[in-house]
């Protein structure tokens, strides 16, 4: 048993209960449980909470393991998914769209979700699709910017791979934004990252990006 000080024993982070969710794809992050649970009842005390009541009483744990599952990229080197590749020579696009990703953003610790489009054209090697999406959640488990997030994606294509091109483009909405501050809902934050031959060829470029949207694509005369 963890004992928060000033407060009632809370369960070990190893207790589950009905809020967690089975199977994970990353183990969670080695995180400091305790530390966590004292900081969260300090902040439901600062708010007016009493977090002794029945309903608060696991809460500093929940928050805790949370955490841990919410921030496991930052125990994670993602680029080890882009170890393994295959020996083909396949000279067009290889595109994985509409991952599914949620992030915290650094600035509030509150959460950013949407997908992310990631693409590249190999120059002899390829990688499991699986792969990509896992480089996706590598990056975004953990404090992020939405920027960053874009760029580490495509530049980790570009230097683990040695493509010819690679580009992330990712959509995202923001609960800092919509439930504060601005108060903007229904806004989406659009980002990309592009790199190689989609930077620098207009065709491979809009090919690439019409992809993406699922429209038809033509080379400018």
Known sequence: MTIPRGGKPSPHASDRDASDVQPRNMADAHVDVPRIERAVREILIAVGEDPDREGLLRTPNRVARAYGELLAGLQDEPRRHLKTVFHEQY???????????????????????????????????????????????????RPQVQERLTTQIADALMEELNPIGAACVIEATHTCMTIRGAKKHGSTMVTSALRGIFKENPSSRAEMLSLIHGTNWHVPS
């Not at 600035?107 to 054209?121: E, I």
Request: hydrophobic letters at 45%.
């Open 91 to 141: 000279d067009e696009i290889v595109l994985l769209r509409d991952i599914e990703f949620s992030s915290l953003c650094e600035h509030h610790l509150l959460p950013f979700t949407g997908k992310a489009h990631v693409a590249y054209l190999p120059d002899g090697k390829v990688v499991g699709l699986s792969k990509l999406a896992r480089l996706v959640e590598g990056y975004a488990r």
